[in-house]
């Protein structure tokens, strides 16, 4: 059984601390995704990566597939970055499996 | 392009009817996935479809089921609804298999079951 793991659970920064959140998974996966969701409940899809790094603006997103880990960065942090983090594994069964969300707060 | 849209966005319910939330895809996408967020269980993978064919269920009961169309649309229909069932519904659309694809998400319908 595929379980995805986020810590922290909650967090919060002061405006311009450079932020970082893990995500564990503990099966093999296909693709992983980060996903932003604001207050209000939109989501948005930050990132989806099976290797390596991608990077977009001041958010960097890194995995390493034999530690089944993944991290998401928030560089230069702002208030409006303040939101929920949420990691999701893919298996090869078009199936994602959540994790529970990291809460960021970025107070000015 | 226009966004995923989703109709409803809120819905009052009681317990024992049923339910029909409707999402339209991007234009072009051929995979609609829908989930179900609640504060207790957090955001959990209810199906997929893709071309009009659903490729993955998640672990629900039979009262949750769904269906696309030929254009991509899709409805999911819940039946004897129950309280636990109220929850924010989202679908969301992808040019190919969810997995290997970003999600563009939906507003979502909130559900709410008195």
Redesign the interface.
């Given at each position: 059984k595929n379980e995805v793991e986020q810590s922290p659970q909650n967090l919060t920064a002061q405006e311009g601390e450079f932020i970082t959140i893990n995500c564990s998974y503990s099966v093999g996966i296909?693709?992983l995704?980060w996903?932003q969701q604001h207050p209000g409940?939109?989501?948005?899809?930050l990132f989806?990566l099976s290797s390596g790094k991608k990077k977009h603006g001041r958010l960097i997103a890194t995995i390493n597939i034999q530690e089944k880990h993944s991290s998401l960065h928030i560089t230069a942090s702002h208030p409006r970055d303040s939101a929920v983090y949420?990691c999701?594994s893919?298996?090869?069964?078009?199936?994602?499996?959540?994790?529970?969300?990291t809460r960021l707060q970025v107070f000015p | 392009k226009a966004g995923v849209t989703q109709t409803p966005r809120y819905l009052i319910k009681t317990r024992g009817q049923q339910v029909t939330l409707s999402c339209s895809p991007i234009s072009g996408h051929r995979s609609v996935s829908w989930y179900q967020q609640t504060p207790g269980q957090g955001l959990q993978f209810l199906f997929e479809y893709f071309s009009e064919t659903q490729r993955n269920k998640g672990n629900f009961p039979g009262r949750f089921s769904g269906r696309q169309f030929s254009n991509s649309r899709s409805e999911m229909n819940v039946s004897t609804l129950e309280l636990g069932d109220s929850a924010l519904y989202l679908c969301a659309s992808s040019p190919g298999s969810s997995s290997y694809n970003e999600q563009f998400f939906g507003p979502g319908t909130r559900l709410t079951v008195l």
């Open positions: 296909s693709a995704h996903l409940g939109g989501i948005v899809s989806m949420i999701a893919a298996i090869n069964t078009d199936k994602l499996i959540f994790g529970t969300g | -």
